[in-house]
């Protein structure tokens, strides 16, 4: 039999010499509801495996991205009518941080989620995804427009999106953000998350959010999200850029952004660095750029350091769909960031989650991860 004897010393071991432990091995830091919070454009998610004619009825490719048109209002009914449908709580930043907290997994509520929903049967089932999922989500709920949806039409190995944004878009600071008992959700918080998508619909309330977070030596992390943003939206993005601390993008809207920036290169480190050298507002933490290229390494620009981290391996015949990585990537970041993990902890849970995600449909996972 064992001896009992190396229990009896570890239960000794002194608070003393606990501190003295190798910060190596930094005990995880206790994590409370509501250390997290996202801001952005909820969708309900949709998926049915559709035929070929529905496609067809609403001209839509197999393997597209489009956001809605008139034409299109009648497919979300149409879906549910028709097809065995699977709903998600979806959208960018919803994305992420339902992937952060899925990561996470104790406590629930980690993180905290504003958006804008319609009161509507989409909306109720929204909340109750949500909540499913383990987010504290605070909707604004108005009568104006609906709940915002994503349809996936799934035809064999392709997925057609049509995103209805809807209610996402009527998003008020004045009517939910500035309220009270929302705003000390806010301030509960100390990693905050907006994916660039937002500043179409709400710049006041990222940028109130961002300076919050700055004057309080938070975390403020921003996605450019799209090239469209970059191009269209740029001067929006360049009013909130001051207040990040971490900046997501991939190496198609990194090229977009240096391009409007002027940066002349089209090199992903180079852009990641002058990104990073961009004027910053909270001069006690330097702005951390992470650059992603699909299979290739990702990209960290950190103080006067380019760093690389290989992405995890998978079969092109194990990838089912990646629509949905990149959200998954910065959850996955994230849900380290929170624990005031090290850099590449948070690299390389960003890269675990993304390869779970592209095995499977939509931007959804096992019951727990396996992640070590």
Not at 136 to 155: F, K, L, R
Not at 314 to 332: L, Q, R, S, Y
Request: hydrophobic fraction near 35%; proline fraction near 4%; charged fraction near 30%.
């Amino acid at each position: 039999m064992a001896s009992e004897e190396p229990k009896a010393k570890k239960q000794k071991l002194s608070e003393e010499e606990k501190k003295q432990e190798s910060p190596t091995k930094q005990t995880p830091v206790k994590l409370s509801p509501n250390s997290l919070f996202g801001m952005g454009n909820p969708l309900l998610d949709i998926c049915a495996v559709v035929d070929k004619d529905l496609l067809d009825k609403y001209n839509l490719k197999p393997n597209d991205q489009i956001l809605a048109e008139d034409k299109h209002k009648a497919l979300f009914e149409e879906m549910v009518k028709k097809f065995k449908v699977e709903y998600h709580a979806g959208g960018a930043t919803q994305n992420s941080i339902k992937v952060a907290q899925w990561m996470i997994q104790e406590p629930h509520n980690v993180g905290t989620f504003f958006g804008c929903i319609g009161k509507d049967k989409f909306g109720e089932i929204l909340k109750q995804k949500a909540k499913e999922a383990h987010i504290d989500a605070h909707y604004y709920e108005q009568n104006e427009e609906p709940t915002g949806t994503c349809a996936a039409c799934i035809t064999g190995d392709n997925r057609s999106l049509v995103a209805n944004l809807a209610a996402a878009n009527c998003y008020k600071k004045e009517k939910h953000l500035d309220l009270e008992e929302n705003w000390e959700l806010v301030k509960k918080a100390k990693v905050y998350y907006i994916a660039g998508f937002f500043l179409t619909v709400s710049l006041e309330s990222i940028l109130k959010v961002a300076k919050h977070a700055s004057e309080n030596n938070k975390l403020f992390c921003l996605n450019l999200s799209a090239p469209f943003i970059c191009q269209f939206f740029k001067d929006n993005l360049m009013q909130v850029m001051p207040y990040v601390d971490v900046l997501f993008g991939n190496e198609t809207e990194a090229g977009a952004f240096a391009k409007e920036q002027d940066f002349e290169t089209e090199d992903v480190k180079e852009i990641a660095k002058k990104a990073q050298a961009l004027p910053k507002v909270n001069t006690k933490r330097q702005r951390i750029v992470v650059l992603t290229q699909g299979k290739d390494e990702t990209v960290m620009a950190q103080s006067d350091k380019v760093l690389t981290f290989p992405v995890l391996k998978v079969e092109p015949k194990d990838i089912v769909d990646t629509n949905g990585a990149g959200d998954a990537f910065v959850g996955g970041f994230l849900s380290e960031l929170v624990q005031d993990k090290p850099l590449d902890q948070c690299v390389k849970a960003a890269h675990y989650s993304a390869n779970v995600i592209i095995r499977r449909a939509g931007c959804t996972f096992p019951e727990k991860p396996d992640f070590k």
